[in-house]
């Protein structure tokens, strides 16, 4: 099976697919860990700014236009 592109995991996640969720946030972790750290060496503190904004994307994801890059958004 081909794997699912951000926009079909938001939609799925819009209907309430917890583990779309874990695949987007997986997806993207990497990428944002290393933003994060570019403001903190703290590994602890990382992970929470993480956290606060997987929680954020959480709530807001409604939101995402279909033509943006879902990171380009979460970035914002």
Request: aromatic share 12%; net charge negative; hydrophobic share 40%.
């Amino acid at each position: 099976m081909p794997e699912r592109s951000d926009a079909e995991l938001i939609a799925a996640i819009l209907e309430g697919s917890e583990s779309c969720f874990e695949q987007l946030m997986d997806r993207h972790s990497g990428r944002l860990f290393g933003l994060l750290s570019r403001f903190t060496r703290d590994r602890g503190e990382v992970e929470d700014l993480a956290q606060e904004v997987f929680v954020k994307v959480f709530r807001k994801l409604h939101t995402v236009p279909q033509s943006t890059e879902f990171y380009t958004w979460m970035y914002r």
